[in-house]
């Protein structure tokens, strides 16, 4: 089942310019991560949240929402997994899923404790 949207992960190649830009809506990061080249951080405004990450190619966008488990989300008969559940590398589980438009939506079960 799902609980509501949990983030927005949007990629940049502008780091500087894509933190004011997120910090001026006034979002603040809780964390950030990675080195020069590949830096990375959550902002938080209030119960908004948006995983921000520089890329060198074309940035993306994506909506995350949270699930209590990617194991035993039974999707309906209109939906398309494009990645069945398995461990991501920043230690949660995941499976993505594509609308009749193509867009693709991962669906995060939160980080074992």
């Known amino acids: ?21 997120w910090e001026g809506l006034g979002f603040s990061f809780e964390e950030r ?19 921000l990450a520089e890329v060198t190619g074309e940035p993306a966008a994506n909506v995350f929402f949270s699930i209590e488990s990617a194991e035993a989300f039974d999707p309906g008969a209109g939906v398309e997994v494009t990645t069945p559940p398995e461990a991501t590398h920043w230690g949660t589980r995941w499976l993505r899923v594509r609308d009749p438009d193509g ?4 669906l995060e079960e939160p980080p074992a404790p």
Do not use: P, Q
């Open 103 to 106: 867009r693709v939506y991962a």
């Open 1 to 21: 089942m799902l609980h509501g949207i949990d983030h927005l992960y949007a990629e940049t190649r502008h780091w500087e310019k894509s933190v004011a830009f």
């Open 33 to 51: 991560w990675g080195s020069e080249g590949h830096r990375a951080g959550r902002l938080r405004c209030n119960e908004a949240a948006v995983v």
